[in-house]
């Protein structure tokens, strides 16, 4: 075992489409989606233990034991490799900057960060494969994040294909309310049958900087369940507009609230976020959305593991 201090970023993600295709008999969602990773990210820091404990200090959303890094290094140490390394344990400390239940991944970018940081620092060797398997068992969207690339997703989330996009800047508006996924998916609105994608206009969506391709199925169950992502919606849509973007370009990132427009440069990116600042202040009702420019990232900072 590596006796050193680990420390990772652990990167928010970004749905550019999100389509609900059909719909397994054991309840889950058959998707389509495309994953981006993106420079916002939350801070991790691990250091090893003596004994098996799992420490989790820093920023905390809830109780240890349901915190996606805890879980993940649980799930660790629950594989034989684990046990032939000699029990280690470890102490996570998180910064969270990435807002949470805004479609951002930030607890499932978190957990991929943890099994990649631990299965390192504990010197497991434990392949891609088994460790994407053990991701998926604590959500969707971690073997995402394992994989460590833009990526267009089938299946619930778990079948990934890797593919060129071109870079991308956002203006990203996180409204101030916590949206749960389980809810907005088990709402009997929710439009479950879309087509699958055409891979070719998929392809072509791919090498532009402003995605128009698709839609998000979530978005409107989201926007009408939530009148604050539905007035981020609506300023970032007037932002676009103002700068000769398409109103497809404005959508939201898996199921909300956090909402984006991409853009061709930093520069636009910044003059949408500004607007959106300006439309903000001169409402009545105020809700104090955060704002962010941010760009894709090609791959994973923590991928050289």
């Known amino acids: 075992m590596n006796a050193h201090e680990l420390t990772l970023a652990a ?25 981006e990773l993106i420079d916002w990210s939350d801070l991790i820091m691990i250091s090893p233990r003596a004994d098996s404990q799992i420490e989790r200090c820093g920023d905390t959303l809830g109780p240890a034991h349901l915190d996606l890094a805890v879980r993940a290094a649980q799930a660790l140490q629950r594989t034989p490799q684990w046990q ?28 991929a960060s943890t099994l990649m940081g631990l299965n390192h620092l504990w010197g497991l060797e ?14 969707a969207d971690v073997p ?29 508006a996180v409204p101030p309310c916590h949206v749960k996924t389980a809810e907005i998916f088990s709402a009997p609105e929710l439009t479950r049958n879309s087509k699958p994608s055409k891979i070719a206009g998929f392809a072509q969506a791919a090498r532009q900087p ?10 409107a169950v ?22 000769g973007i398409a109103p497809a370009a404005v959508r939201m990132s898996g199921s909300g609230g956090a909402v984006f427009c991409t853009a ?26 955060r704002l962010k420019v941010c760009q894709t990232l090609m791959r994973h900072p923590g991928s050289v593991l």
């Open 144 to 172: 995402f994040f394992l994989f460590g690339k833009s990526a267009f997703a089938q299946g619930v989330g778990e079948r990934l294909e890797a593919y060129e996009g071109a870079p991308r800047w956002l203006a990203i």
């Open 222 to 243: 989201t926007a009408s369940r939530f009148p604050q992502v539905r007035q981020a919606l609506q300023w970032l849509k007037t932002a676009a507009a103002s700068e």
């Open 84 to 111: 032939a390394a000699g029990r280690p344990g470890a102490t996570i400390q998180i910064t969270k900057n990435i807002p949470a239940g805004a479609g951002l991944g930030g607890g499932s970018s978190d957990a």
């Open 264 to 289: 061709p440069d930093a520069q636009t990116a910044q003059r949408l976020v500004d607007r959106v600042s300006a439309l903000q202040n001169a409402s009545v009702d105020q809700s104090p959305l």
């Open 210 to 219: 402003v995605w128009e391709f698709g839609h998000n199925d979530l978005q």
């Open 11 to 35: 990167p928010a993600k970004i749905n550019l489409f999100l389509h609900i295709v059909g719909r397994r008999d054991d309840g889950y969602h058959l998707l389509e989606s495309a994953f």
């Open 126 to 139: 434990i392949g891609d494969q088994q460790l994407s398997e053990l991701g998926l068992q604590l959500g």
